[in-house]
């Protein structure tokens, strides 16, 4: 019975994807356009959070970022930090 609890439980483990870090995105390299940018709670009961939508995901970012930058920009995130690639310009 050990047996398989322990075996349901590495199956149930290993399909929780990880998350990464504090804010969205984790290890890997995310470059596109801000399509979006919102405020909203990241869970019930939580303070409002700052969050950009790229590539058609969305990514919850710190507030000085969130502060500087507009939809329409190119943004970076590697290694846990967001940069502006480039300024939207109509």
Known sequence: MKVLFAVILVTVVAQVPSCGGIFSGGDETIIGYVEEKYVA?????????????????????????????????IVKHERGIWSIVKKYTP
């Open 41 to 73: 709670p990241d869970f019930q009961g939580s303070p409002a959070k700052p969050w950009i939508v790229v590539n058609g995901k969305d990514y919850m970012v710190p507030w000085e970022f969130y502060r500087k930058v507009d939809v329409g920009d």
